[in-house]
């Protein structure tokens, strides 16, 4: 059974500071995906990494995988209030695996409050 | 171009009741899944269809099914309703091994 762990599950910090969101998981994948969810909203797409070693950038995040660690992070750089939601990485299994629905898999989410 | 639509948005029932949620897919996309989300959790993945034949289930007991029409829109389907359904009901849809793209979900409130 593929299992996800974020930490922290919650974070609160200041403007202007950076802090790094860790993403874990259990089982092979090759398909990893970070959204966002702001209160009472459905879920926005970040980044979907593919690949050992991908790193994408978008404003003041940044996302990264390492497979071979099953690990991937979220890097937020000079947060503003405005990054302020909940964080939520998933996985969706890997190909080869027999697993050939696209079923996510989501972490219990980092809620990021960002104070001014 | 319009993204993934939801219907109705909100919901209230009564436990034993049942319940049709619907989606449609973003033009072009073929692939729909649904997802439970309690609150303060992650989304729970229910069911994936692809082509108007399911491709993937999650743990969920049989009250729940779902369908997919011709056009790509989508169906679940909660018979038996339990208080422990009340949650928002996510419908994402994409190509396969692409991004998911979510609708603005149905919250369900079972009472």
């Known amino acids: 059974e593929l299992k996800v762990e974020q930490n922290p599950l919650f974070l609160s910090m200041q403007e202007g500071k950076n802090y790094t969101i860790y993403c874990n998981y259990s089982?092979?994948?090759?398909?990893l995906y970070w959204y966002r969810q702001d209160p009472g909203k459905s879920l926005e797409s970040l980044f979907v990494?593919?690949?050992?070693?991908a790193v994408k950038q978008e404003g003041r995040l940044m996302a990264s995988l390492d497979t071979k660690a099953r690990l991937s992070t979220l890097h937020i750089t000079a947060a503003v209030h405005d990054l302020s939601a909940t964080y939520f990485c998933?996985?969706?299994?890997?190909?080869?695996?027999?697993?050939?629905?696209?079923?996510?898999?989501f972490g219990k989410g980092t809620h990021l409050i960002i104070q001014p | 171009d319009a993204g993934v639509t939801q219907s109705p948005t909100h919901l209230i029932k009564t436990r034993g009741q049942q319940v049709t949620l619907r989606c449609s897919p973003i033009?072009?996309?073929?692939?729909v899944s649904w997802y439970q989300q309690v609150l303060g959790q992650g989304p729970q993945f229910i069911f994936q269809?692809?082509?108007?034949?399911?491709?993937g289930r999650g743990n969920f007991p049989d009250r729940f099914s779902a369908r997919q029409f011709p056009n790509y829109s989508s169906e679940l389907n909660v018979n038996a309703l339990l208080l422990g359904d009340s949650a928002l009901y996510l419908c994402a849809a994409g190509r396969p091994q692409e991004t998911q793209y979510f609708g603005p979900g149905t919250r369900l409130l079972v009472l």
């Open positions: 998933a996985v969706s299994p890997a190909l080869y695996s027999g697993g050939g629905a696209d079923g996510l898999t």
């Open positions: 089982t092979t994948s090759d398909r």
């Open positions: 990494l593919l690949s050992n070693g």
């Open positions: 269809y692809y082509e108007k034949e399911e491709r």
């Open positions: 033009s072009g996309h073929k692939s």
